[in-house]
T-cell receptor, first 111, second 113 residues
């Protein structure tokens, strides 16, 4: 079993829809939860990070962490074609130097 | 501001040839440095990381090696490339022991033919 599971998609939705992206994990030691966005042929860039459980909002993006279920989500409201990218979740326990990555979900926003 | 440079962007190499990819970071000191490989449609596979000069940790036994000759320089090498070494290679850096934000280079698309 992988430490972090993420559906690779692709996920295709119409412009303006609410998008839900998810990851599950197995290591209860994870404390930091990140979402990265990667455009084609580019390096990933950090969108948001959350420490422990709870919600965090930044503009159209909301990150949720449910540690009891070992489940994290990223919601995108009013999705735009420019949001089309691969979204990777990443996690860290805070006690070493390694991020553990999901496989990434390819998101396509249709105009 | 901090920047990370990775080159070349694209590389086509024959099987059995050597490889050297270089990554440099500007605007910070003593960064943690990483080499990842990303297969098409896949997540990031950590290859090597370094927390200081000369300190290299390898995560995957393979045909590759890494070196950190200077604080902000990280080099990925191979003596003889295999077809299976093809992929998208990414250099990244973080700061401190809690790595909530990793900064990535633009990546190198390596095709071994």
């Amino acid at each position: 079993q992988k430490e972090v599971e993420q559906d690779p998609g692709p996920l295709s939705v119409p412009e303006g829809a609410i998008v839900s992206l998810n990851c599950t994990y197995s290591n209860s030691a994870f404390q930091y939860f990140m979402w990265y966005r990667q455009y084609s042929r580019k390096g990933p860039e950090l969108l948001m990070y959350t420490y422990s459980s709870g919600n965090k909002e930044d503009g159209r993006f909301t990150a949720q962490v449910d540690k009891s279920s070992k489940y994290i989500s990223l919601f995108i409201r009013d999705s735009q074609p420019s949001d089309s990218a691969t979204y990777l979740c990443a996690m860290e326990s805070g006690s070493n130097y390694q991020l553990i990555w999901g496989a990434g979900t390819k998101l396509i926003i249709k105009p | 501001s901090q920047t990370i440079h990775q080159w070349p962007a694209t590389l086509v190499q024959p099987v059995g040839s050597p490889l050297s990819l270089e990554c440099t970071v500007e605007g910070t000191s003593n960064p943690n440095l990483y080499w990842y490989r990303q297969a098409a449609g896949r997540g990031l596979q950590l290859l090597f990381y370094s927390v200081g000069i000369g300190q290299i940790s390898s995560e995957v036994p393979q045909n590759l090696s890494a070196s950190r000759p200077q604080d902000r320089q990280f080099i990925l090498s191979s003596k003889k490339l295999l077809l299976s070494d093809s992929g998208f290679y990414l250099c990244a850096w973080t700061k401190g022991t809690v790595n909530t934000e990793a900064f990535f280079g633009q990546g190198t698309r390596l095709t071994v033919v």
